[in-house]
C-alpha cells in the first residue's frame, strides 16, 4: 500500500485568510537538509482541503534580497497599474520577480517566478499574491522565516 503523505511543516509561522475557503501559509520546511521559507495558498472545500500548486519557496539569500524591497514600500500603494519592484535570480534561467499588481480593482504584492529557457520565456505558475493591506503582517512572517531558515 501506499503511503500517505501528509503536509507537515517543521514551522508553521502564520496565515493571511483571501476567503471563508482560501488562505495564505507561511511556513518553513525542510528539504534534502535545506531549510527554505515557502509561503503557498491552501484551500479547503467540500472534495479537496489541502495546499495548492500556487505557492514560491524562499532561500536565505532570497528572503536577505526580497525584505528591503517590501519594507521600503508605503503603507497605502501609490501606483494604479502594475509596477515592477525587483528582480532576482533564483536558478539557471529563472528569476524570482517582486512586483505591485493590479487584479480586479484590488492592489497586492506578487512575488512570481519568471522562466526564460529555449521552449518558454514568461511567468511561471510558481508564485502567491499577497493583498496589499496584508503586507505589515506578510514581512513580519518572513522576517522570521529567515531567521528560522538561517538556523542550522
Given amino acids: 500500500m501506499a503511503e500517505i503523505r501528509e503536509f507537515k511543516p517543521l514551522k508553521e ?3 493571511i485568510s483571501l476567503s471563508d475557503t482560501t488562505k495564505i501559509k507561511f511556513y518553513v520546511d ?3 537538509g535545506y531549510k527554505y521559507g515557502s509561503i503557498r495558498t491552501f484551500i479547503s472545500g467540500d472534495t ?7 505557492g514560491i519557496t524562499l532561500n536565505a539569500p532570497l528572503l536577505d534580497n526580497i525584505l528591503p524591497v517590501l519594507q521600503k514600500l508605503p503603507k497605502e500603494p501609490q501606483t494604479n497599474e502594475d509596477k515592477e519592484l525587483a528582480r532576482f535570480p533564483k536558478k539557471a534561467g529563472v528569476e ?6 493590479i487584479f480586479r480593482d484590488t492592489t497586492g504584492v506578487d512575488l512570481r517566478e519568471w522562466v526564460e529557457d529555449s521552449s ?5 505558475k510558481k508564485g502567491v499574491r499577497i493583498p496589499y493591506k496584508e503586507l ?3 514581512v513580519s512572517y518572513l522576517q522570521e522565516m529567515r531567521q528560522l ?4
Fill in 13 to 15: 509561522l502564520g496565515t
Fill in 120 to 124: 518558454y520565456k514568461g511567468w511561471s
Fill in 136 to 138: 505589515p503582517k506578510a
Fill in 149 to 152: 531558515v538561517s538556523k542550522d
Fill in 96 to 101: 524570482l520577480v517582486v512586483r505591485i499588481t
Fill in 30 to 32: 525542510e528539504y534534502k
Fill in 48 to 54: 479537496y482541503t489541502g495546499p495548492t500548486k500556487s
